[in-house]
């Protein structure tokens, strides 16, 4: 926690104060102060907590904590999580919270959209970009489609604070700052943002981001590592939530050697994710169930070794149903096909005979 503390202070002596703390908010001034969110009030149904009196809207609420209809956000582009792969597995804790409290707590920060960039890919208009806060998005989200209200019978609103005080650079590290303690974040998540900050925030230099985000410069590159992951490894993978930075640390030496040997390696293990994804795409179920076990078949194909001076194409690997282990693996040498069954895979007899059977009658040609 304290971990967390010191990492918040540090980016916060680099970004004016605000916006990570509940507040009350402002509901009248002597002088409104005119601004360019005067026009984005159509999503904002009140600037009050659910459950409290109502109360007049006025430019100050509106440039501080305000109270909108989530359809009216969306995250921001270079937001660090993967807003497609929430679920409601994923934010129950937040779900649970939000009935409990009957509102959202901890206010989302966002900033206001302008001009074109209001409407995304599917001419869907929207008034601010969540640059922390996704999860608390799709939870309110979630709670309007279920048509559940609080116990006041009102529909769930997202608490927003709005800070268009915040340049590019501001926002990516804030919102790292926010997310670097979550847990349900994955790596491969963190990697693409990292990537992405390096080279159009940080010109190139790990060194400099690393001081920035205040983070240990071989962590960083170790994460920075993982965007360099062939994609169809990346997509033998059941998600990209199980992708870990030590899977591609075993792996990722082979791709950037040009010794012949290494180089063969790699292209094993190449064979072995396309075999992967072909029975994931088919929707078999002996593929591996987690990223520990592909990362354990992909390091596998890394050590196989072509015997006799045969060339060895791996052509598919399966899994037994219990276990997840290798239970048959199937190779295509100069020679011939050859099979290979682990004594230890945990598979059934039945299950041998009947992936060997389907092996022969997809592979073996007459």
């Known amino acids: 926690m304290s971990k967390n503390r010191n990492l918040l202070s540090g980016i916060a002596n680099r970004i004016n104060k605000g916006g990570s703390e509940d507040v009350p ?27 409290q009196r109502e109360s007049k809207i006025q430019k100050t609420a509106v440039q501080r904590h305000i109270w909108v209809d989530s359809s009216c956000c969306r995250p921001w582009k270079h937001h660090n999580r993967a807003y497609e792969l ?22 989302a920060i966002v900033r206001t ?36 209200v609080n116990a006041q019978n009102e529909p769930y609103l997202f608490l927003v604070v709005v800070r268009d005080d915040l340049d590019t650079n501001q926002a990516f590290e804030l919102s790292d700052a926010e997310n670097r303690g979550q847990k349900d974040i994955s790596d491969y998540e963190r990697a693409r943002e990292y990537r992405w900050a390096l080279d159009r925030l940080y010109e190139g230099n790990v ?15 170790r994460l920075l590592a993982l965007t360099e992951m062939p994609d169809i490894v990346v997509r033998a993978y059941p998600s990209i939530l199980d992708i870990r930075t030590h899977h591609w640390r075993q ?3 082979y791709f950037s050697n040009n010794d012949r040997a290494k180089r063969e ?19 078999s179920k002996n593929v591996p169930a987690d990223g520990a076990q592909t990362a354990a078949l992909l390091t596998a194909a ?31 040498t100069t020679r011939g096909m050859t099979f290979e069954v682990p004594r230890t895979s945990g598979a059934t007899k039945e299950e041998i005979h009947e ?11 007459v």
């Not at 995304?120 to 048509?147: K, P």
């Not at 060194?207 to 590159?221: F, K, P, Q, V």
Request: proline fraction near 4%; charged fraction near 25%; charge should be positive.
């Open 86 to 107: 929430l679920n409601e597995e994923r934010c129950m804790d937040l779900i649970a919270g939000f009935r409990t409290q009957g509102r959202q707590q901890q206010p």
């Open 302 to 332: 890394l050590k196989e070794k072509a015997r006799g001076g045969d060339r060895t194409q791996v052509l598919k690997t399966l899994t037994a149903k219990t276990t997840g282990k290798m239970m048959l693996k199937i190779k295509r």
């Open 207 to 221: 060194s400099t981001m690393a001081e920035a985000i205040h983070m240990d410069r071989s962590n960083l590159t």
């Open 355 to 365: 992936a060997l059977r389907k092996a022969v009658d997809e592979y073996f040609e």
């Open 25 to 51: 908010v402002q509901t009248s001034v002597s002088q409104p102060h005119p601004g360019h969110l005067s026009a984005n009030l159509s999503g904002i149904t009140n600037p009050r907590a659910p459950g």
């Open 251 to 253: 792996l990722g030496p």
């Open 113 to 148: 959209l302008q001009g074109e960039n209001r409407v995304d890919e599917n001419d869907q208009t929207y008034d601010f970009e969540i640059i922390s806060g996704a999860r608390r998005h799709w939870t309110v989200s979630w709670l309007r489609e279920q048509g559940e």
């Open 265 to 283: 390696s790699a292209e094993r293990v190449l064979a072995c994710a396309r075999s992967i994804v072909q029975e994931r795409e088919h929707g």
